[in-house]
């Protein structure tokens, strides 16, 4: 079945990098781009950008530029999003989301959450 | 980038209870809006696309309607399994959702 297998949690210091998988099946990853949506603790979803898996191009949502970098292996039909110097604020849940044709968000992963913590 | 504005922030009901959610945007969407549904430890499912075509697989007591600024989503009859937080999501441009809405039990 078309499922979007994210990697497990993290913890990491402020400083750090993290980098978190999304791994897709049951579909061919290149036709659909993917998205990233983060959710802070007790709070509501927020679309971080997306990638076009075809091309590998990226766009980034106002206040994610910089530290975040979208990435693509598509000889393993997997979504990468890298969080550079993390921050406390950067602790939440991050999900990746297969793009509709439509435009809405059809198959999400599971969410990794990644806590920062010193 | 376009906000949306979801009414009320939470609600209680009870289960049979006929239950409208609504999601205003700040400039005209056409019909470019989905719903999502999420419990608690869980990813949001896509309920609702292109403001009223119903996802596969979702029962038809979830409807949506609406065009240009003003949304609604309707259930019908209230199931126990439909106790969890709706958003609302625009891409007429670069996405954004509305801030949910929690639905509790009465």
């Known amino acids: 079945q078309v499922q979007l297998v994210q990697s497990g949690s993290e913890l990491k210091k402020p400083g750090a990098s993290v980098k978190v998988s999304c791994k897709a099946s049951g579909y061919t990853f290149t036709t659909y781009a993917m998205n990233w949506v983060r959710q802070a603790p007790g709070q509501g979803l927020e679309w971080m950008g997306w990638?076009?898996?075809?091309?590998?191009?990226?766009t980034y949502a106002q206040g994610f530029t910089g530290r975040f970098v979208f990435s693509l292996d598509t000889s393993v039909s997997t979504a990468y999003l890298q969080i550079s110097s993390l921050k406390a604020e950067d602790t939440a849940l991050y999900y990746c989301?297969?793009?509709?044709?439509?435009?809405?968000?059809?198959?999400w992963g599971q969410g990794t959450m990644v806590t920062v913590s010193s | 980038a376009i906000q949306l504005t979801q009414s009320p922030s939470s609600l209680s009901a009870s289960v049979g209870d006929r239950v409208t959610l609504t999601c205003r945007a700040s400039?005209?969407?056409?019909?470019?809006l989905a719903w999502y549904q999420q419990k608690p430890g869980k990813a949001p499912k896509l309920l609702i696309y292109?403001?009223?075509s119903l996802e596969s697989g979702v029962p038809s007591r979830f409807s949506g309607s609406g065009s240009g600024t003003d949304f609604t989503l309707t259930i019908s009859s209230l199931q126990p399994e439909d106790f969890a937080t709706y958003y609302c999501?625009?891409?007429?441009?670069?996405?954004?959702f509305g801030g949910g809405t929690k639905v509790e039990i009465k």
């Open positions: 989301a297969r793009d509709s044709p439509g435009g809405t968000f059809d198959i």
């Open positions: 999501q625009q891409f007429n441009s670069y996405p954004t």
């Open positions: 292109d403001a009223s």
């Open positions: 990638i076009n898996t075809n091309t590998g191009n990226p």
């Open positions: 400039q005209g969407i056409s019909s470019a």
